[in-house]
């Protein structure tokens, strides 16, 4: 089933497209350590509010400009003429852990000291914004997918019981879900993030909203899961298999399982966007990822000074337009597989 | 119907409906001029100096907090203290340009020989804002509730000279006679902190023991009539999360050289916004005339000026201190738990650990980033902007890690074999800093901290509480180990006794001691006494020279930096005189709307 | 009719008791008690305390103290504010109108935008006008709305055109009747556009699909074939029809709105139920926190309820249907 979507959505040229720039981004953020010159929390409070460090190309060699600091009362840096330092390539830097298990040392790129690489400038202590973006990749990004994984699993767990079993496991569980559905989401994100988040130490944020955001997700996917099933129940292979003494959990995972997928997927994807932008959101008001850790929301958060705007430091939106990208591509990915699985329509957008 | 407007010719109305809006709006109007009362003036009325203006404008400024009570008696805060001396006068007042203390309730006064007994003729011919007549009956009754322990207040402490209340007796309807325990010095500028408060209105509360709850953010709502005042301004409307609009007092004692009563303008509007951040975008669009703005945002907020008719004045060294403290209290909350963990305290009480902690602070890369090099280090705990009684000699702690390590090995701390710092017993270095939200600078100065600190292998975690949470928290609870906060500088040292004497209730790190705890902290003590016992000027600037002397080198308090201070106003105003210290609209009563240029 | 909206408030009844046990139970699950933060505030009198205490029974177990709760909000009673010293029903009742006339404002900014948009993108289908009011739809979908609204704060500053932010202006109650209610409209202009660019997308969408399908139905070709003027054609009969689900769609679409309102009027310094809950919850403000999800969750559920009479009432087949 999976070849034949994938074979679906190369036939398509949005498909094609959405699919490089989530590729494009997730690899990103599995490699981030590895991509970013410097730790998301590496200061330099000498280069504070650097403009993006302009690349010359010098004896086939990419050269990053010199700039100093000519006006600190207005952050204004000026590229010293003639002076450039080279980038070097897969040098060793400091020790991070991949994906926090194995150490490692080598970046991509790097600039010797003391000079700087600033491909997107860098914020109010130095820090570079390009390597954030990819730190902070890593927490928006991969939130929305095991929110998603964490949500799916429950929904059609709930809504997969709930339409093969009918009666009363049916009404109770689609009040449940109906109960949960009835409150608006954001009110109830920082409702439960009141409670939960004193019971947790601020670097453990990420948990919170993870959970957080899985335990209102679910319901929609129930729902509509719930659904589904009612109608698959009555098909005659569901029938067939009752018949034959098959358990109802196996007729769940062997046979309902398989004909939601592709459903299943849809709504997934459709749903993603939702968790990034709560996710965002959260951060953006001081509730969710807090430092020393960093989200493209919390990124935003500090941008939001007049000064930013006034001096035209226009590289700390790039959080915003980051999160764009991904929210647009994903829902156009989503509308390209509904298109494939659904053409009628019958998902609504979470 | 509903059909029909969502059709396409319902263009032409949305079209519409966008004029309407806008014309409407034009059509806005200004605020209709104030209908003054006329009153007779006081015998005593006092006359400015300035240029007689002419009257009308409303003034708009913005606070991020907002009143917590216009009580003087419960105010704690220096948000709500403002509000308050808007409407209510003290017996004395600092004039920020003259640089010393002149009449404002009182009209003159006479020190006796032996310095202890100050004898006070008041203003004759003041009346409240109600009309009544103000006399000495106020100004003892107002004393005589502060005093009383029914009642406890921030004065009490602050008008105890050597373990003695102030005596006050009244001598004729407009004389009040002070007496002191010991000669003090300051007492001409503390006696005017308090607001006098009108007998007539809290008479029946005081007695029947209900005096703190009268004055409350709830009377402001719904009843603002019933602040009485002398003050220049009473409080016209008041809404919580918004804004409070005050109007002229029409029984105000202040005129202009021509005979017309102050204040000039009609109305005074206060605007409360969230952050420091939404006040600046508030100026530099034009909706407020004044503003404090950060060093960083000067530059583009000076973009703006020629669109709004304002300018950005440069105020030189900000006249507060922000500084980052440890507890260092000791002794266990009331369910037993300890203030500070017993490890834990032994490095806050040790003098090195916190002088290690301050060399480890790279304030001077905090200088060049966060404030645009617009500030300097601050080594003291009176500010540089006060010239007077600033002490420029005082140990100096610039940033040399080094240094800080070489002092915590002094101490027997030492870096373990994953970089992080244990104590002699092997306790691994790591400590809770709090703080309050608010501001953009804050979280940069701590997370520069934060990661400065992990250089030495200390591990710090930092957490934003709400201000009033964090101020309940370091001066009531106790229960934290660091935490970062500043005070507003006063123009004369005796207004922050509180701070220095191991006593005071504002001596963060380890308030209202019965005894002093240490030897340091003794001879601080011994210091503000001496200082407050004579009369000679240029002796109590060496006694407070001294004492600056002690807190650099024991350092309780780890300080920051000190800021430029920047203020951005709008032109229109006249008879503004930026003082040195303390706030551009002192003179509010003056200030008028000049034409349009 | 009477019977419909009467079985709805009774299938309402249960949720909103849910709800209040859910958010009851929130807020036993935070650590300290409703007055916790409000018992270190030196200026709140202990007689406040004490009075509190008493009438929400705060010393006693949960259960009893939910059904004592619940007791006093069926009689109106929310509890105060210990920040702003006022009953709890005195904020909100400053705060919902605000809230609502922002939502309500920003559905019929959305549904002016896009159902001409819609209809138009359906009637020209698959040409260049298609395709780029569908990238529009798509990105005002997938910009976040924290960040449009601070764009939108800073192009206030900038251009000085529009307020900042906040509901009046300082010379609001010196203004006429008709001036205050052109500050409003002033300051509501750019909260509403940010919160309804959202929407758009939403409602285009479904409105250029509903309207494709009722293109290629019997009636219109009947019309045609009648010789009804196209214009008349389009948007007289079929959009009639093909608007229907976009009234339902409405309902759904309160509930992202009263949930995105908590952004907008964070950033925009709106003084509606978004930001009052956001700083209560700041500050612990528990009351007026319990008291503004319930809210929120009550005002969500009569906007769905609003969103099915308008469709009951504009679509006599499903009146007919919902027996």
Redesign the interface.
């Known amino acids: 089933m999976l070849k034949h979507l994938f074979k679906e959505i190369t036939r398509r040229p949005m498909g094609v497209a959405c699919l490089a720039i989530l590729a494009f981004l997730y690899l990103g953020t599995i490699f981030s350590q590895f991509l970013a010159p410097y730790l998301p929390?590496d200061?330099d409070?000498?280069?504070?509010?650097h403009p993006p460090t302009r690349i010359v190309l010098e004896d086939w060699r990419p050269h990053v400009q010199v700039y100093e600091?000519v006006d600190?009362?207005?952050?204004r840096y000026e590229p010293v003429e003639g002076e450039t330092a080279p980038v070097n390539f897969f040098t060793a830097g400091e020790q991070y852990r991949f994906w926090g298990l194995v150490p490692a040392e080598m970046r991509l790129f790097q600039v010797e000291e003391p000079h700087r690489i600033y491909l997107l400038g860098s914020d109010?202590?130095?820090r570079d914004v390009f390597s954030r973006l990819l730190y902070g990749a890593q927490v928006s990004l991969s939130i929305g997918f095991i929110g998603i994984c964490i949500t799916m699993t429950l929904g059609f767990l709930v809504g997969g019981v709930a339409g093969y079993f009918g009666g009363k496991t049916d009404f109770l569980a689609m009040r449940l879900v109906e109960f949960i559905i009835a409150v608006p989401s954001l009110y109830l994100l920082i409702a439960l993030r009141g409670a939960l988040a004193e019971h947790f130490?601020?670097e453990q944020m990420y948990l919170v909203i993870v959970i957080i955001l899985s335990l209102i997700g679910w319901a929609g996917a129930a729902r509509i899961i719930r659904g589904m099933a009612l109608s698959l129940r009555q098909r005659p292979f569901v029938l067939a298999a009752e018949v034959m003494g098959q358990s109802s959990l196996r007729i769940l995972f062997r046979h309902f399982l398989p004909n939601l997928a592709s459903y299943l997927l849809v709504a997934a994807t459709l749903s993603i966007p939702a968790y990034i932008l709560a996710e965002a959101a959260l951060s953006f008001l001081?509730l969710g990822i807090q430092?020393?850790g960093t989200s493209w929301g919390l990124m935003l958060q500090?941008a939001?000074?007049?000064?930013v705007?006034?001096?035209n430091m226009w590289w700390l939106l790039t959080p915003g337009a980051a999160i764009f990208i991904t929210v647009i591509t994903f829902n156009m990915l989503g509308d390209v597989l509904r298109d494939i699985v659904d053409p009628r329509q019958q998902i609504v957008k979470r | 119907m509903?059909?029909k407007v969502?059709?396409?010719p319902?263009?032409a109305h949305?079209f519409t409906a966008f004029f309407l809006?806008f014309f409407?709006?034009s059509?806005?109007?200004?605020?209709?001029p104030l209908e003054r009362e006329e009153h007779d003036l006081p015998q005593d009325a006092e006359v400015s100096s300035t240029e007689p203006g002419n009257y009308g404008g409303?003034l708009?400024t913005a606070e991020s907090q907002q009143p917590?009570?216009f009580n003087p008696l419960?105010?704690?805060d220096a948000y709500s203290s403002e509000a308050i001396g808007r409407f209510l006068n003290g017996l004395t007042t600092y004039h920020p340009i003259k640089e010393k203390v002149v009449p404002e309730l009182a009209r003159s006064w006479e020190i006796s020989k032996d310095k202890r007994t100050i004898t006070m003729e008041l203003r004759r011919g003041v009346r409240w804002s109600d009309g009544e007549p103000f006399t000495a009956d106020d100004v003892i009754f107002t004393f005589k509730a502060l005093f009383d322990q029914r009642y406890p207040n921030r004065y009490m402490g602050q008008y105890t000279i050597a373990g003695e209340p102030i005596e006050f007796e009244k001598l004729d309807r407009y004389t009040v006679r002070f007496t002191t325990a010991r000669p003090y010095s300051p007492f001409l500028y503390v006696i005017g902190f308090i607001g006098i408060l009108p007998r007539h209105v809290h008479l029946e509360a005081y007695e029947q023991g209900e005096l703190?709850?009268q004055w409350?953010?709830?009377t402001a709502?719904h009843s603002p009539e019933e602040f009485v005042g002398t003050g220049p301004f009473r409080v016209r409307?008041f809404r919580?999360?918004?804004?409070i609009?005050y109007e002229p007092n029409p029984h105000y004692w202040r005129v202009d050289s021509q005979g017309q009563r102050l204040p000039y303008v009609d109305y005074l509007?206060t605007?409360y916004?969230?952050d420091r951040?939404?006040e600046?975008?508030?100026f530099?669009?034009?909706?407020i005339d004044i503003a404090s703005i950060t060093?960083?945002?000067?530059?583009?907020?000076r973009?703006?000026a020629p669109?709004?008719d304002y300018t950005v004045h440069h105020r030189g060294p900000a006249t507060g201190i922000r500084f980052l403290w440890f507890n260092q209290k000791p002794g266990e909350s009331e369910a037993g738990k300890p203030f500070v963990e017993p490890h834990k305290l032994e490095w806050f009480t040790s003098r090195k650990f916190r002088q290690a902690i301050l060399h480890g602070l790279?304030r001077?890369?905090?200088i060049?980033?966060?404030y645009?090099?617009?500030a300097e280090l601050l080594h003291s705990i009176i500010s540089p902007a006060n010239e007077r009684w600033h002490n420029p000699d005082v140990p100096r702690y610039p940033y040399d890690p080094d240094r800080a390590l070489e002092l915590l090995r002094e101490e027997g701390f030492e870096l373990d074999g994953n970089g992080d710092l244990v104590d002699s017993k092997g306790n691994q270095v790591s400590f809770q800093v709090y703080a309050s939200?608010g501001d953009?600078i804050t979280?940069?100065i701590l997370?520069?901290f934060?990661?400065n600190m992990r250089d030495l292998g200390i591990r710090v975690?930092?957490?934003?509480l709400?201000f009033?949470?964090l101020v309940?928290?370091v001066s009531?609870?106790f229960e934290y180990e660091g935490a970062m906060m500043g005070f507003t500088g006063g123009a004369d040292p005796s207004g922050g006794r509180a701070i220095y004497l191991s006593s005071g209730r504002l001596h963060l790190w380890n308030p209202e001691q019965e005894e002093p705890q240490t030897d340091w902290e003794a001879r601080i003590d011994e210091l503000v006494y001496a200082s407050e016992e004579t009369f000679d000027l240029e002796e109590r600037v060496g006694y407070v020279h001294q004492m600056q002397e002690v807190f650099s080198e024991e350092l309780p308090l780890l300080y920051l930096v000190t800021p430029h201070a920047y203020v951005g106003l709008k032109d229109r105003w006249e008879n503004v005189r930026i003082p040195a210290m303390g706030s551009v609209i002192w003179n509010i009563d003056e200030l008028y709307l000049g034409q349009e240029k | 009719m009477l019977s419909f909206i009467a079985r709805r408030f009774l299938t309402m009844i249960p949720l909103l008791l849910g709800i209040s046990v859910l958010v009851f139970i929130l807020m036993a699950i935070a650590p300290g008690d409703f007055l916790d933060?409000a018992r270190?505030?030196?200026?709140i009198?202990a007689e406040y305390i004490e009075r509190m205490e008493e009438e929400f029974a705060l010393g006693e177990p949960w259960h009893t103290r939910y059904f004592i709760w619940l007791g006093n909000v069926v009689q109106g009673n929310l509890g105060e504010s210990w920040i702003?010293?006022?009953p709890v029903t005195e904020l909100l009742w400053q705060r919902i109108p605000a809230t609502l006339v922002l939502s309500a404002l920003s559905i019929m900014f959305a549904?002016?935008v896009a159902?001409?948009m819609g209809v138009l993108a359906a009637i020209y289908k698959d040409s260049i006008f298609d395709r780029v009011s569908s990238m529009f739809a798509y990105a005002a979908l997938s910009i976040p709305e924290f960040f449009l609204a601070l764009l939108a704060?800073?192009f206030?500053?900038?251009t000085?055109w529009f307020?900042?932010?906040?509901l009046?202006?300082?010379?609001h109650?010196?203004?006429?009747f008709?001036?205050r209610?052109?500050?409003y409209?002033?300051h509501l202009?750019l909260p509403t556009i940010v919160l309804g660019m959202g929407s758009v997308a939403s409602y285009m969408r479904i409105m250029r699909a509903n309207f494709l399908d009722y293109i290629r139905s019997d009636f219109v070709t009947t019309a045609r074939a009648k010789g009804v003027a196209e214009?008349r054609v389009m948007?007289?009969h079929v959009?009639?029809n093909a608007?229907n689900p976009l009234v339902s769609a409405s309902g759904f679409i309160l509930a992202t709105l009263l949930s995105g309102s908590i952004l907008v009027e964070n950033v925009m310094?709106y003084?509606g139920l978004g930001q009052l809950i956001f700083?209560a919850l700041?500050?612990?403000d528990e009351f007026v926190v319990v008291a503004a999800v319930m809210m929120g969750c009550v005002m969500l559920m009569l906007g769905n309820l609003i969103a099915d009479l308008?469709l009951a009432w504009?679509d006599p087949r499903i009146r007919l249907e919902k027996n």
């Open positions: 929390t200061q409070l000498a280069n504070a509010y600091q600190p009362a207005a952050a109010g202590t130095g130490e601020p001081g430092e020393p500090q939001q000074e007049l000064k705007f006034t001096l | 509903l059909l969502i059709s396409y319902y263009l949305l809006i409407l709006v059509c806005k109007g200004d605020i209709p409303v708009v917590r009570t419960v105010a704690e703190l709850q409350s953010v709830r709502m409307s919580p999360g918004q804004r609009v509007i605007r916004v969230q951040n939404t600046t975008v508030l530099a669009s034009g909706q060093p960083g945002d000067v530059v583009g907020v973009k703006n669109l709004h790279d001077e890369g905090l060049q980033s966060v645009f090099g617009r939200e953009d979280p940069q997370s520069t934060r990661e975690r930092i957490r934003y709400d009033g949470t309940a928290r009531r609870h | 933060v270190t505030q030196e200026d009198p702003y010293r006022v549904l002016c159902i001409p704060v800073m206030a500053a900038q000085g307020p900042t932010g906040g009046s202006s300082v010379e109650e010196f203004m006429s008709w001036g209610m052109a500050d409209a002033h202009v214009g948007f007289v959009l009639r608007i310094n003084p700083e700041m500050r612990q308008l504009s």
